[in-house]
Each structure stands twice: as C-alpha cells, then as structure tokens.
C-alpha cells in the first residue's frame, strides 16, 4: 500500500499533466451545448457524464433521477411605445409564461427593499424596470429573484431587468413558479413575465424616459412542461472510516442561452477529473469520496435539494462530514480562485495551510 506521501505525489503529477478536464469540457460545451435543466441536452451530458465516472472507475455510478418541470424558449418582443416609439432585443427569463402586456414604466433603480418603498403603491399595475444583481467587490446585495418578488409584491404586471455589464448581452435567469408543487404546468411558470435586456438597452430606455412618461408593449411566448433530471453520482470507497462521507461536486447544467463553460461545466468536468485521480485509491484513503454533478442548479438548486435528501436524519449516507462545492472553478486567471469556508473559521485556516504548502495562490474566507 502507499504511503500518504508517495499517493499526494502521484495524484499531483497526474493532474497537472492531464487534458482530460479540458477534453470533458469540450465535450459538455460543443456536443451538448446548453444543458437547461430537464431538456434533452442536459439528459444526454449525464449519461455522457456517467459513462466517464465508469471508465474511471468510481464505484456505485447512477443516475439520480428527479421529476421536475422543465421550460422552453419561445418569442419575446418589447417596445417602447411612449414618448418614443422603438423596440429592443429581449429575452424571456426561464420560465415566464406567454402573454402581451402594456402599461407604463416605474423605474426602482437597484430594485432594493429601500427603492420599492419610496415608490409605494406607483408600481402597482405598472411594469418595472430594474437593474439586475449589483454586487461590487465586498458588498452583499439582492439577489434577482428578490427584486421580482418584490415587483410581484408591488402588483407589478411585469418586470424588465437590466444587465449591469457592458457589451450588448441580455440578462438572463430562472424565476420562481407561482404555485410551487402544483399539478399544472402553469402552475410553475412566474406569477409574472420577468424580460432580460442588455446594458445598453437599458441605458438607452432610462435616457427616453426622460422625455415623458414611459410605456412600453411586452409579447412573449414560451412553454413549461414536466420532464425529470438527474444528478450523476459515483463514489471512491474509504478505508478506515469509509462509513463517514465527503461530497465534492458541481452543477453541470446551464442557461439555455449559452454553452455555460465556467458556470458552471468547468467546476462539474474539476470533480469529475477528481473522481478519475482518486479512484485508483479506493480503501486506501480514509474516508469515502463522493463525487456528484448535480443537474437544474440554475433553475432552482434542484439537484442540491435532491442530494441533500439522502443525508438527512438516520438515512444510509448520513455521515456527511464536508462537501466541497466547486460552483465557478477554472473561471478567470490563475491566483483569482476563492475558498469560501462557510460558518467554519477552522477550515478556512485549512485551506490557508494548502495554499501556502503547495504554494498557490487563492483567498480563503469564511462566511454565514
């Protein structure tokens, strides 16, 4: 059996000669494309997924199959129609449902709690116009889906976000069905259509609202419909303590309008080549490796939620004692890479220790 030392080795030389991640990716990205959640692209990357875990020989490969309801894109149209007339490229967000609408616009800016109280009940019947997510380095701010429950909370009859990064690309992302569990497809669509738009065509209709009251005309058309999902699942069995777990995955889904690279199937295809290293010392580490690329993380975290069932309570694989979430990995230049241990300041100084020990560079904090 080899030693710790000569196994740290042996897994660090493998992988920095390795293309396998790189040839995974293109895999996932140019054969597969997209992979939304629930379509037929997101089932053929995880059968495609699972075959790898088995030429790697990771042991117990599955699919994890869940029910979910799945969204497709159709038409979306959006003018202004007051004070001037002009259209704008737009998209649907997943799932909004199919309809027109017209009425004016209420500006709420950021689209903070603090922007829809000052505007009171001006919303109410209108269709808001708000920036999308605003983080800057070092703040904590709203997510989307806040700011389009609060225009459904105003009694807005649409909401259209803003893209906050330059370079003519629209904002996308799901929204929340209206009836959670429902038996109908319309039941999981959004109580209200959410459009994306970009940068500049935001920029453009804040100017011409300037000019007068602004109205604006709204079509879409898309479809919701049920379909299923899996998270694909294999394991490296551990020795002396093969009956406690450590999970390491990623979501290899994405939005429907993009390949998704590094959101996320650079951080699925990382777990992945984790899974083909460490199999060769199956019941040679000490506890068992569990290596998970969740489906519908973008629609939802729906994978996550149906992989977490089996570690609730007294279920076989409760001994769940770290998971390892690479959402974002091999985005961005080397040295950019973040470790966010959450609620575990000792874990944080672990990964400090790592950094230094093999000298890499990447941030380590915790957080709640």
């Known amino acids: 059996m080899a030693t710790r030392n000569e196994i740290n080795q042996q897994i660090a030389g493998n992988a920095w000669t390795s293309s396998y991640p790189y040839e995974n990716l293109l895999r996932l990205c140019d054969d597969f494309g997209h992979r939304f959640g629930g379509s037929d692209r997101e089932h053929r990357a995880s059968e495609f997924l699972q075959s790898k875990m088995t030429e790697y020989g990771l042991r117990n490969v599955h699919l994890d199959r869940f029910p979910m309801y799945s969204w497709s894109r159709g038409s979306c149209f959006l003018a202004m129609t007051e004070p001037v007339e002009r259209s704008f490229s737009a998209i649907s967000m997943p799932y909004t449902g199919s309809g027109s609408y017209e009425a004016e616009v209420v500006d709420v800016g950021e689209g903070e709690a603090a922007d ?156 992945l080549e984790v899974g083909r290293l460490l199999s060769p010392f199956a019941g040679q580490l000490k506890r068992t490796i569990r290596i998970v690329c969740f489906g519908c993380e973008e629609i939802g975290l729906l994978g996550s939620w149906q992989s977490s069932r089996g570690f609730a309570g007294n279920q076989p694989d409760g001994n769940l004692r770290l998971m390892v979430n690479l959402d974002g990995a091999g985005r961005g230049q080397g040295g950019q890479e973040v470790v966010s241990a959450t609620a575990d300041p000792v874990l944080q100084r672990f990964f400090e220790q790592v950094a230094k020990s093999l000298n890499l560079k990447f941030v380590s904090s915790s957080s709640l």
Do not use: W
Request: charged content about 20%.
């Open 116 to 271: 829809f109280a000052e505007i009171g009940d001006a919303a109410r019947g209108k269709i808001v116009l708000t920036d999308a997510e605003t983080n800057r380095p070092g703040e904590s701010k709203s997510h989307r889906t806040d700011k389009f429950q609060r225009a459904v909370e105003a009694g807005a009859i649409a909401c259209i976000f803003i893209n906050q990064n330059p370079g003519m690309l629209h904002i996308s992302g799901a929204l929340y069905a209206q009836k959670p569990g429902g038996p109908n497809s319309s039941d999981h669509e959004a109580a209200i259509p959410g459009i994306g738009i970009s940068y500049e065509a935001g920029a453009t209709i804040r100017r011409l609202a300037q000019r007068g009251t602004p109205s604006v005309r709204i079509r879409v058309e898309n479809s919701t419909f049920r379909s299923h999902s899996s998270n694909v699942v294999g394991d490296i069995p551990g020795g002396e303590l093969a009956n406690e777990m450590i999970l390491l995955g990623g979501h290899y889904d994405g939005h429907d309008i993009s390949q998704g690279a590094s959101d996320n199937a650079a951080g699925a295809v990382t777990a």
